[in-house]
T-cell receptor, first 113, second 116 residues
């Protein structure tokens, strides 16, 4: 099925460093969502974006809805060990009446203390 | 407020059998979606239910079916299991079908299905 291009696939960083990941698509999206998934658990919603150009923060996390509506990025500042996990972007390319999120393949983040 | 719950958490079946998975959405949420997660394909949309009606369906064979009850709880059924059906099956709920914040889907912990 259709998927987003998410990069990088994995990152191995030092505690305290900033992290940046992004998603791109050939389709326009009306909503971008960013999730984090820990092993054996379901994805947890981190940030939701609804308008092109929107910049939203949640603690140390900041995400932006690209102006072309075809991309989004997520930044994590001053990473800590509990940031370890897989981060997924997800997009909705309908008016919201249909709930089929389209997911990226994920960015696996490892943090070295 | 309790989150999305899924039962069972783990399941082992053999090829040819059928399986039923259950999902209880967040209280007040009327839409339930199901996703399959595998290492190779990632997260793939199966179907969404709202008010006991299937609203949208992903690209999966007819062996995958679901239903929703009047209390918004949902079940997913897979018949004639194949080895490739081994996956984490995730359920997600949202308040309704409008846009904006109604697009935010909240996931349960998943059911890990292993087909031998």
């Amino acid at each position: 099925g259709q998927q987003l291009n998410q990069s990088p696939q994995s990152m191995f960083i030092q505690e305290g460093e900033d992290v940046s990941m992004n998603c791109t698509s050939s389709s326009i999206f009306n909503t971008w969502l960013w999730y984090k998934q820990d092993p054996g658990e379901g994805p947890v919603l981190l940030i939701a974006l609804y308008k092109a150009g929107e910049l939203t923060s949640n603690g140390r996390l900041t995400a932006q809805f690209g102006i072309t509506r075809k991309d989004s990025f997520l930044n994590i500042s001053a990473s800590i060990p509990s940031d370890v996990g897989i981060y997924f972007c997800a997009g909705l390319n309908y008016g919201g009446s249909q709930g089929n999120l389209i997911f990226g393949k994920g960015t696996k983040l490892s943090v070295k203390p | 407020k309790a989150g999305v719950t899924q039962t069972p958490r783990y399941l082992i079946k053999t090829r040819g059998q059928q399986v039923t998975l259950s999902c209880s959405p967040i209280s007040g949420h009327r839409s339930v979606s199901w996703y399959q997660q595998t290492p190779g394909q990632g997260l793939q949309f199966l179907f969404e239910y709202f008010s006991e009606t299937q609203r949208n369906k992903g690209n999966f064979p007819g062996r995958f079916s679901g239903r929703q009850f009047s209390n918004s709880r949902s079940e997913m059924n897979v018949s004639t299991l194949e080895l490739g059906d081994s996956a984490l099956y995730l359920c997600a709920s949202r308040p309704g079908l409008a846009g904006g914040a109604y697009n935010e889907q909240f996931f349960g912990p998943g059911t890990r299905l292993t087909v031998l």
